[in-house]
């Protein structure tokens, strides 16, 4: 069967992302399917602020601040990212099959459509949207609830992730006629199911992320063919997003010193912070995470792989506006019946606390939705 995937996969800097991209695509096409990536750009698709209110909030000096602070920050990561490739870009082209068509816009998806016999949307956050403005991302969500289709494809989503533990019935309503067309529908955190249930869609199973489907070996496969880095010493490894969390990253340094550890720190998502980081490329991070004494972490794939891996981590709880993201860490806390693996800035001691670990499976049904 041909698979179109729409997920996320433009990032220079989060390995999770692409990492995810490629798993499922690897599961899929392991499998006798000839799954590829379809080339989307949701950022052309977003929705400008009208005019007026971009005037309104040019003449708040409060605002205005805010908005050449943000600027400011965007030259420096991409500046960043110029003096220390990751090389993001050559793991997409020898690892990810991707359309031959790029997809700047919604309306080029649905003008030509890219020919398959069913389009998978997940996993990551792909259902994550500002939901108190769908006006502004309404094109966006319609592209990742696969509203481009013909009605002989099949629409399927696996582990789909919302994001976030609640939606405006406004959102609602204008995804529920979306979800209606699907002929199977996964998430990847357990509230995620309460949500397609409030979009009239009750049937959603509740699923592993794909990079799980896969065993470590996959993932060993992938730095021992490459060159990469070592780590001659004992080392922990802080990998740190820069989604909102109230933690002392000192912290973690102190506690490796008391462990005679050295600190690898990596970044992504933009984090810039002054402190000497690693800059990995993704065989490199696979490998940090797999040779690691400890991991800590505010990634959710970050805290997928060290289970994987089998390590002993611990993971920085958000807070916040990002707080309802928790549910992903939970979800998975529960799927892999390692217990809770929180740390703060005054306890690391679920670091030394071993766990077992549950196996993972595909369900029966998603298999189905793909045969029949």
């Known amino acids: ?16 992302q692409l ?20 080339r989307y750009n949701w950022e052309n698709d977003l929705k400008q602020t009208p005019f007026l209110i971009r005037c309104a909030k040019a003449l708040n000096p409060v605002l205005l601040y805010k908005y050449l602070l943000n600027k400011k920050h965007i030259v420096d990561v991409q500046k960043e990212q110029s003096l220390n490739s990751r090389h993001f870009d050559d ?26 016999d069913a389009y998978i949307v997940g996993s990551d956050q792909v259902w994550n949207y500002w939901f108190e403005n769908t006006n502004r991302f309404y094109r966006q969500l319609h592209a990742y609830f696969l509203n481009f289709s013909s009605e002989k494809t099949k629409r399927i989503s696996y582990a789909a992730s919302w994001g976030v533990t609640d939606i405006p019935k406004k959102a609602a309503s204008e995804i529920a006629p979306l979800l209606k067309k699907f002929d199977y529908i996964s998430v ?6 309460k949500l397609c ?27 021992k063919e490459n060159e990469i880095r070592k780590i001659e010493k004992p080392f922990l490894l802080l990998y740190m997003l820069s989604n909102q969390c109230n933690f002392n990253i000192q912290k973690a340094f102190d506690f490796a010193n008391s462990k005679g550890l050295e600190v690898v720190y990596v970044t992504g998502n933009g984090v810039i912070d002054g402190r000497k980081k690693y800059f990995a490329t993704i065989p490199e991070w696979l490998y940090l995470v797999d040779n690691a004494e400890y991991v800590i972490s505010n990634s959710f794939h970050c ?4 289970t994987i891996f089998h390590k002993q981590f611990g993971i920085v709880k958000l807070f916040g506006t990002a707080a309802s993201m928790n549910a992903r860490f939970n979800s998975l806390f529960d799927l892999r019946g390692c217990g809770e693996r929180y740390v703060n800035n005054t306890d690391f001691s679920v670091l030394e606390k071993s766990y077992e670990i549950k196996a993972v499976s595909v369900s029966d049904k998603f298999f189905k939705a793909l045969a029949e």
């Open 1 to 16: 069967m041909k698979i179109g995937i729409m997920t996320f996969w433009w990032s220079n800097d989060n390995y999770g």
């Open 19 to 38: 990492l995810q991209c490629y798993a499922l695509q690897k599961y899929l096409r392991d499998r006798g399917h000839d799954a590829f990536l379809i």
């Open 91 to 116: 793991f997409r082209s020898r690892y990810i099959l991707q359309s031959k068509d790029f997809y700047p816009t919604y309306s080029a998806l649905k003008e030509n459509p890219p020919e398959a």
């Open 188 to 193: 990847r955190e357990e509230s995620g199911v």
């Open 197 to 223: 249930a409030d979009c009239g869609r009750k049937d959603a199973e509740w699923v592993c992320d794909p990079t799980l489907l896969l065993s470590a070996e996959k993932y060993r496969e992938i730095y």
């Open 303 to 306: 805290a997928v792989f060290s």
